[in-house]
């Protein structure tokens, strides 16, 4: 149950960046509503209640709940601006209302702190510091800098820093190419196309337009490819990983592509993120990708179908450690070993704010009261909602007490 909401924005209000905005588009300033939907996806992972039917798009549909339903829940927005910048100033002023508040566990999922950081230099470090010395246990995210080590934020000791862990479940669609060849690709696209043909494939350099530069139309970039090259056709487009596909769906349904397939460009990562698009869309890794290049490279009318999204579960191995989530040693003191645990963070399904689209900063129409999103900041909620269950069976307990209950009885297994 949702019992208040505030928000701290005298920070931002007063940086420079907030000069540089035009107050007027800037929608979501002075109001505690959530323009992002990043809070009210991980505020719904901690405490939301049972709601049967819960689905993205028809995927994934099943009855959903935060890990301590029924909690009395506060939200306390710190996030600001057209690049969601969270300064210092508020994220201490949300500290000190929320200790104020007498709340029992803080769910932080924002970043704290780098390599040039020492404890109590960051405000997160700070803040958790003092709620943590008031009784108030701090659950922080781990950061998504993996698979790099010496990644880590929120390395406190005091705070319990949570990792992401994938789950045993996958959302998928299928390419299959006119040889026969098919290739499975993360998707959490909403639409299709009849499953009785197979369409022209294109690779987007050959869909340059007359003013756009070979690396825009490879990667599919806006106003890069030429409409009269790709109406009706599949394209093929290279995705830098770590970065939104965005706008190389906006730009394949521009130019009235058929599909889009999504090839990464990093072969040392492990898993992809999805993304809502509006076209038929499938994102395959840099093996596949090449393997699909290749065939266009040697077939004078290459052709492909992408197939609908489909639910798959009982994915293994798993739970492994996604690849975005950062990872240990601690940079300031390596003794103090961090993450403390991991939790599912890969493709988590909860609530989304209308106030925001699928497909974040742009025109998209549609709305969805669920989506899909991955980072340690959904693996977050998941303990904080553990914490908050334990601090109802033993109030008496320390936020040390719950922390170490916590690490000690994690488990490998679903």
């Given at each position: 149950?949702?019992?208040?909401?505030?928000?701290?924005?005298?920070?931002y209000e007063s940086s420079d960046e907030n000069k540089e905005v035009n107050t007027e588009i800037d929608l979501h300033l002075n109001t505690a509503r959530d323009y992002?939907?990043?809070?009210?996806?991980?505020?719904?992972?901690?405490?939301?209640?049972?709601?049967?039917?819960?689905?993205?798009?028809?995927?994934?549909?099943?009855?959903?709940?935060?890990?301590?339903?029924?909690?009395?829940?506060?939200?306390?927005?710190?996030?600001?601006?057209?690049?969601?910048?969270?300064?210092?100033?508020?994220?201490?002023?949300?500290?000190?209302?929320?200790?104020?508040?007498?709340?029992?566990?803080?769910?932080?999922?924002?970043?704290?702190?780098?390599?040039?950081?020492?404890?109590?230099?960051?405000?997160?470090?700070?803040?958790?510091?003092?709620?943590?010395?008031?009784?108030?246990?701090?659950?922080?995210?781990?950061?998504?800098?993996?698979?790099?080590?010496?990644?880590?934020?929120?390395?406190?000791?005091?705070?319990?820093?949570?990792?992401?862990?994938?789950?045993?479940?996958?959302?998928?669609?299928?390419?299959?190419?006119?040889?026969?060849?098919?290739?499975?690709?993360?998707?959490?696209?909403?639409?299709?196309?009849?499953?009785?043909?197979?369409?022209?494939?294109?690779?987007?350099?050959?869909?340059?337009?007359?003013?756009?530069?070979?690396?825009?139309?490879?990667?599919?970039?806006?106003?890069?490819?030429?409409?009269?090259?790709?109406?009706?056709?599949?394209?093929?487009?290279?995705?830098?990983?770590?970065e939104y596909t965005i706008d190389q769906g906006i730009e394949a349904a521009r130019v009235g592509a058929a599909g889009i397939i999504l090839a990464d460009y990093d072969?040392?990562?492990?898993?992809?993120?999805?993304?809502?698009?509006?076209?038929?869309?499938?994102?395959?890794?840099?093996?596949?990708?090449?393997?699909?290049?290749?065939?266009?490279?040697?077939?004078?009318?290459?052709?492909?179908?992408?197939?609908?999204?489909?639910?798959?579960?009982?994915?293994?191995?798993?739970?492994?450690?996604?690849?975005?989530?950062?990872?240990?040693?601690?940079?300031?003191?390596?003794?103090?070993?961090?993450?403390?645990?991991?939790?599912?963070?890969?493709?988590?399904?909860?609530?989304?704010?209308?106030?925001?689209?699928?497909?974040?900063?742009?025109?998209?129409?549609?709305?969805?009261?669920?989506?899909?999103?991955?980072?340690?900041?959904?693996?977050?909620?998941?303990?904080?909602?553990?914490?908050?269950?334990?601090?109802?069976?033993?109030?008496?307990?320390?936020?040390?007490?719950?922390?170490?209950?916590?690490?000690?009885?994690?488990?490998?297994?679903?």
């Amino acid at each position: 149950m949702l019992i208040g909401v505030r928000y701290f924005s005298q920070g931002y209000e007063s940086s420079d960046e907030n000069k540089e905005v035009n107050t007027e588009i800037d929608l979501h300033l002075n109001t505690a509503r959530d323009y992002n939907s990043h809070g009210t996806h991980t505020l719904s992972t901690a405490g939301g209640n049972f709601v049967p039917g819960a689905s993205v798009f028809g995927n994934g549909n099943g009855t959903a709940s935060g890990g301590a339903p029924k909690s009395h829940v506060a939200t306390y927005k710190v996030c600001w601006g057209l690049q969601t910048s969270c300064y210092d100033a508020d994220i201490l002023a949300a500290f000190d209302a929320a200790i104020s508040d007498g709340v029992d566990v803080l769910s932080v999922s924002l970043g704290g702190g780098d390599e040039d950081t020492e404890f109590f230099q960051s405000s997160i470090s700070i803040g958790s510091f003092h709620a943590v010395s008031k009784g108030i246990i701090v659950v922080a995210a781990a950061g998504n800098y993996g698979p790099s080590l010496k990644t880590v934020r929120n390395v406190e000791p005091w705070t319990l820093t949570v990792g992401a862990t994938t789950i045993d479940r996958e959302f998928n669609n299928y390419v299959t190419l006119g040889d026969n060849q098919v290739f499975k690709g993360p998707s959490l696209s909403d639409s299709s196309i009849p499953s009785n043909k197979l369409y022209p494939l294109i690779l987007s350099l050959d869909a340059k337009a007359k003013n756009g530069t070979a690396q825009d139309a490879i990667q599919c970039q806006y106003g890069s490819l030429d409409p009269e090259k790709t109406q009706g056709k599949i394209l093929f487009c290279i995705a830098n990983h770590g970065e939104y596909t965005i706008d190389q769906g906006i730009e394949a349904a521009r130019v009235g592509a058929a599909g889009i397939i999504l090839a990464d460009y990093d072969f040392s990562w492990s898993s992809i993120s999805l993304e809502p698009h509006v076209l038929p869309a499938s994102h395959v890794n840099f093996t596949e990708g090449y393997k699909i290049l290749t065939y266009i490279k040697q077939t004078k009318y290459p052709v492909a179908q992408i197939s609908r999204v489909k639910t798959e579960l009982g994915i293994m191995p798993s739970p492994l450690i996604a690849s975005f989530s950062s990872r240990g040693p601690n940079y300031i003191e390596p003794g103090i070993l961090k993450p403390d645990i991991a939790a599912p963070g890969d493709d988590i399904i909860a609530a989304y704010s209308e106030a925001t689209p699928p497909l974040s900063g742009t025109l998209d129409q549609r709305r969805t009261p669920f989506m899909i999103l991955s980072g340690t900041s959904m693996a977050c909620p998941h303990v904080s909602g553990i914490a908050v269950l334990l601090k109802a069976l033993h109030p008496d307990w320390s936020p040390a007490a719950i922390k170490s209950a916590i690490m000690t009885t994690g488990m490998n297994e679903f």
